[in-house]
């Protein structure tokens, strides 16, 4: 299976390479001894095409949405924001370790000094910010053309990326930390409310890794494995509940108990998901 | 690169450098050492490192866990406490005994000290390491009670609950902000150092996750005064500068305690299992001190009652004098709606309305406005929450003080009688009487 994978996709090599080194690396500390490190190269080149098809997905339902605020077509604009950063949110892990390209991409205004008025706020919620707050699309034409050109360039540096494994099982976590500590509250979409889709694309990536590294540790821990995944269903249940035909209802519709009861979920996923790299011989 | 991680780097290279300057000829060794010095390692004599640790000789101070009643309320008071409010995500009866359990063996752990379990490096180690690899006690108390929505309809514990148990209420002058009122569970900790308290809230939401969501914390603590050997203990002073807690009741005369603070059998209508319990009442109250430190001190004085640098009631004598106000009808010498004289009018009436009082300072930064956000993180305990508190704050409505304080948040909570041995939790009786162990 893992030779197949290769013949299918020249560009892992790179990956190969690492991931030799990495066998190297890791074998010298066997922590939980059931997991082989070259066990992980399967993994983590599915993790690759997964992030490959996702950015794919992200130019192009970019391309519409930058291409709506240009022509000045609001509300086509305002309908397309929400799904379009869905492909952005599911693969945060390794969009994230472009610092630069992240903060372009997706700050937020109180990243900012200035906030809303800060020139260095651009990207996704800038343009969220004209459309939904100013209900305008004036002026965001140098935003809607720096975004287009930010997500390009993210699609270019993943393309030459080795995915390093302890940032892709890692990952898994990350995201559970990110929606606990900056997204439960609904301040990530604060002009337009479409934090369920975010959430949803955040449980999607995250839920992505567990399943990739599953097979690696149900043997050894099933307690462990059926949590998490009591944990994700619990997830589901509740932003199943919120689904629309096009995505999802606005945040301010969560009750306050379903709000609870996700954010015990998920501070439990990013409690129990913190220890998965270490399970896998990658603490 | 973070300026953090640049200078953890700048340390790391610091042996490096300085192995170069002692491998240069004697010469230039002789030149450069004003610049070796300056990379010298940790100074011999300890003093001169001004980020050693501060030493407390009370790190072994140690709060018993198991008893009749749970610690934490008449225990006296260390320098820090706080409290934390909690939503409780239980969602099942074998939830409920899980959460009360592992609350009981975490506790039992802080409060007593010892080691955190050592694991795998390549997991996240068990402990946050605040108090290093022995966590001490440090004096640690944690204190846990429930708020009436426990009683609701989510637990099956509805037919449970505390008599007087009631969601805390606006008073006239409350600005209540949600986000900081009410909650499930409360836990009160106390200990002699903040960080400890801060050890053991981050132990307890690390271990249960998926049970408890923080919903609002405050931290406090009280200003020490110097050690006087020989001289009657005082009451620690609030952020107007005044001594708080004087007409406490005696915490160490067990018979005072039983009538004011512990619920027992004479306490008609509560469910069996309260007994050993008392009802917890929190109030946020900030105050507006850059105001009170712009009003005359007779007048200051007259709004409490007392002096303010003796602690003496108005008509004279110490902090532990009574103030006879049967003699002063009029309020000449002690205003009538004077805060103490509200508080506790000291006539047989008002006895059964005393309350145990056990507040922090707190100091929250500086509101929009410019002004410093301080107050009182008030704590009060007694075995009748309608007589106690309830009654003393309508009674305090109105008063002179309120131009200079705003209450903001807290919550009434029932805490849990104690965990008599290590086969008993806290909570077991509540969740025997449901029906649920």
């Given at each position: 299976m893992f030779k197949k994978r290769v013949q299918r996709a020249r560009q892992f090599k790179a990956l190969m390479l690492a991931a030799a080194t990495f066998v190297g690396a890791a074998a010298l500390q066997p922590a939980f001894a059931e997991v082989a490190p070259y066990d992980l190269v399967t993994p983590v080149a599915e993790y690759k095409i997964y992030v490959t098809e996702s950015v794919q997905r992200l130019v192009t339902e970019t391309r519409a949405f930058t291409d709506a605020v240009k022509a000045g077509n609001l509300d086509k604009a305002k309908a397309l924001f929400a799904p379009t950063r869905t492909h952005y949110e599911a693969i945060e892990p390794i969009a994230e370790l472009f610092s630069d390209l992240d903060a372009s991409i997706d700050s937020r205004a109180d990243d900012h000094e200035q906030a809303e008025k800060d020139p260095g706020f651009t990207g996704f919620h800038r343009i969220e910010y004209g459309l939904f707050a100013q209900k305008s699309t004036e002026g965001l034409t140098p935003y809607a053309d720096k975004l287009m050109a930010d997500v390009l360039e993210l699609q270019k540096r993943i393309a030459s990326l080795t995915f390093p494994p302890d940032k892709v099982v890692g990952g898994a976590a990350v995201l559970m930390e990110e929606v606990a500590a900056t997204k439960i509250s609904g301040e990530e979409d604060r002009y337009s409310h479409t934090d369920l889709g975010d959430f949803d694309a955040n449980f999607a990536g995250s839920k992505k890794i567990f399943d990739l590294f599953r097979p690696l540790i149900e043997k050894d821990d099933k307690a462990f494995v059926s949590k998490v995944e009591a944990n994700f269903a619990k997830v589901d249940k509740i932003l199943d509940k919120y689904k629309t035909k096009n995505g999802f209802e606005t945040y301010d519709k969560l009750t306050d108990a379903d709000r609870k009861v996700l954010a015990g979920a998920v501070n439990t996923l990013a409690e129990d998901l913190s220890t998965l790299r270490g399970k896998l011989g990658l603490g | 690169m973070s300026p953090l991680r640049s200078l953890e780097e700048a340390g790391a290279a610091m042996p490096d450098r300085r192995r170069v300057l002692l491998c240069l000829g004697a010469a230039a060794c002789a030149l450069s050492s004003g610049v070796a010095s300056v990379w010298?390692?940790?100074?011999?004599?300890?003093?001169?490192?001004?980020?050693?640790a501060p030493a407390s000789d009370k790190t072994q101070e140690r709060q018993p866990f198991y008893g009749i009643h749970q610690s934490g309320v008449t225990t006296p008071r260390p320098a820090t406490g706080m409290v934390a409010a909690f939503e409780v995500l239980a969602s099942s009866p074998a939830d409920l005994v899980r959460l009360f359990e592992t609350l009981t063996a975490r506790i039992a752990f802080l409060t007593q000290g010892g080691a955190p379990p050592v694991l795998d490096p390549q997991l996240p180690p068990a402990d946050s390491g605040i108090l290093g690899p022995e966590v001490f006690p440090d004096n640690l108390t944690v204190t846990v009670s429930l708020g009436v929505s426990m009683f609701d309809q989510r637990f099956g514990l509805a037919e449970q609950r505390p008599l007087h148990l009631v969601r805390m209420m606006s008073f006239r002058n409350d600005a209540l902000d949600a986000a900081r009122c009410h909650g499930d569970l409360s836990l009160q900790i106390c200990s002699n150092t903040a960080d400890t308290n801060n050890h053991a809230l981050r132990d307890i939401v690390k271990m249960m996750p998926d049970l408890l969501l923080l919903r609002w914390m405050q931290e406090g603590s009280v200003p020490v005064i110097p050690a006087s050997p020989g001289v009657p203990a005082e009451s620690a002073r609030n952020f107007l500068g005044f001594r708080d807690g004087s007409a406490n009741p005696d915490a160490t005369d067990e018979a005072l305690m039983n009538r004011v603070v512990w619920v027992g059998a004479e306490q008609e209508g509560e469910p069996v299992w309260t007994r050993g319990g008392t009802y917890q009442a929190v109030r946020i109250i900030r105050n507006f001190v850059e105001r009170w430190d712009r009003t005359p001190l007779q007048e200051q004085e007259l709004i409490f009652g007392r002096r303010k640098a003796s602690g003496a009631p108005l008509s004279g004598g110490t902090e532990a004098d009574v103030p006879d106000f049967a003699a002063d009808p009029e309020g000449e010498i002690t205003p009538l709606d004077a805060h103490i004289r509200l508080a506790n009018p000291r006539d047989d009436k008002s006895k059964i309305n005393l309350i145990m009082r056990r507040p922090f300072n707190y100091m929250n930064g500086v509101t929009s406005a410019g002004q410093l956000n301080q107050g009182l993180l008030f704590i009060a305990y007694q075995n009748n929450l309608q007589l106690g508190f309830i009654t003393v704050q309508q009674s305090l409505d109105g008063e002179p003080l309120e131009e200079y304080i705003k209450p903001v948040g807290g919550g009434f909570f029932f805490a849990l009688p104690g965990a008599v041995d290590n086969r008993d939790f806290l909570g077991r009786g509540l969740l025997a009487a449901a029906g649920f162990v």
């Amino acid at each position: 299976m893992f030779k197949k994978r290769v013949q299918r996709a020249r560009q892992f090599k790179a990956l190969m390479l690492a991931a030799a080194t990495f066998v190297g690396a890791a074998a010298l500390q066997p922590a939980f001894a059931e997991v082989a490190p070259y066990d992980l190269v399967t993994p983590v080149a599915e993790y690759k095409i997964y992030v490959t098809e996702s950015v794919q997905r992200l130019v192009t339902e970019t391309r519409a949405f930058t291409d709506a605020v240009k022509a000045g077509n609001l509300d086509k604009a305002k309908a397309l924001f929400a799904p379009t950063r869905t492909h952005y949110e599911a693969i945060e892990p390794i969009a994230e370790l472009f610092s630069d390209l992240d903060a372009s991409i997706d700050s937020r205004a109180d990243d900012h000094e200035q906030a809303e008025k800060d020139p260095g706020f651009t990207g996704f919620h800038r343009i969220e910010y004209g459309l939904f707050a100013q209900k305008s699309t004036e002026g965001l034409t140098p935003y809607a053309d720096k975004l287009m050109a930010d997500v390009l360039e993210l699609q270019k540096r993943i393309a030459s990326l080795t995915f390093p494994p302890d940032k892709v099982v890692g990952g898994a976590a990350v995201l559970m930390e990110e929606v606990a500590a900056t997204k439960i509250s609904g301040e990530e979409d604060r002009y337009s409310h479409t934090d369920l889709g975010d959430f949803d694309a955040n449980f999607a990536g995250s839920k992505k890794i567990f399943d990739l590294f599953r097979p690696l540790i149900e043997k050894d821990d099933k307690a462990f494995v059926s949590k998490v995944e009591a944990n994700f269903a619990k997830v589901d249940k509740i932003l199943d509940k919120y689904k629309t035909k096009n995505g999802f209802e606005t945040y301010d519709k969560l009750t306050d108990a379903d709000r609870k009861v996700l954010a015990g979920a998920v501070n439990t996923l990013a409690e129990d998901l913190s220890t998965l790299r270490g399970k896998l011989g990658l603490g | 690169m973070s300026p953090l991680r640049s200078l953890e780097e700048a340390g790391a290279a610091m042996p490096d450098r300085r192995r170069v300057l002692l491998c240069l000829g004697a010469a230039a060794c002789a030149l450069s050492s004003g610049v070796a010095s300056v990379w010298a390692a940790a100074p011999a004599n300890e003093e001169g490192n001004v980020a050693r640790a501060p030493a407390s000789d009370k790190t072994q101070e140690r709060q018993p866990f198991y008893g009749i009643h749970q610690s934490g309320v008449t225990t006296p008071r260390p320098a820090t406490g706080m409290v934390a409010a909690f939503e409780v995500l239980a969602s099942s009866p074998a939830d409920l005994v899980r959460l009360f359990e592992t609350l009981t063996a975490r506790i039992a752990f802080l409060t007593q000290g010892g080691a955190p379990p050592v694991l795998d490096p390549q997991l996240p180690p068990a402990d946050s390491g605040i108090l290093g690899p022995e966590v001490f006690p440090d004096n640690l108390t944690v204190t846990v009670s429930l708020g009436v929505s426990m009683f609701d309809q989510r637990f099956g514990l509805a037919e449970q609950r505390p008599l007087h148990l009631v969601r805390m209420m606006s008073f006239r002058n409350d600005a209540l902000d949600a986000a900081r009122c009410h909650g499930d569970l409360s836990l009160q900790i106390c200990s002699n150092t903040a960080d400890t308290n801060n050890h053991a809230l981050r132990d307890i939401v690390k271990m249960m996750p998926d049970l408890l969501l923080l919903r609002w914390m405050q931290e406090g603590s009280v200003p020490v005064i110097p050690a006087s050997p020989g001289v009657p203990a005082e009451s620690a002073r609030n952020f107007l500068g005044f001594r708080d807690g004087s007409a406490n009741p005696d915490a160490t005369d067990e018979a005072l305690m039983n009538r004011v603070v512990w619920v027992g059998a004479e306490q008609e209508g509560e469910p069996v299992w309260t007994r050993g319990g008392t009802y917890q009442a929190v109030r946020i109250i900030r105050n507006f001190v850059e105001r009170w430190d712009r009003t005359p001190l007779q007048e200051q004085e007259l709004i409490f009652g007392r002096r303010k640098a003796s602690g003496a009631p108005l008509s004279g004598g110490t902090e532990a004098d009574v103030p006879d106000f049967a003699a002063d009808p009029e309020g000449e010498i002690t205003p009538l709606d004077a805060h103490i004289r509200l508080a506790n009018p000291r006539d047989d009436k008002s006895k059964i309305n005393l309350i145990m009082r056990r507040p922090f300072n707190y100091m929250n930064g500086v509101t929009s406005a410019g002004q410093l956000n301080q107050g009182l993180l008030f704590i009060a305990y007694q075995n009748n929450l309608q007589l106690g508190f309830i009654t003393v704050q309508q009674s305090l409505d109105g008063e002179p003080l309120e131009e200079y304080i705003k209450p903001v948040g807290g919550g009434f909570f029932f805490a849990l009688p104690g965990a008599v041995d290590n086969r008993d939790f806290l909570g077991r009786g509540l969740l025997a009487a449901a029906g649920f162990v």
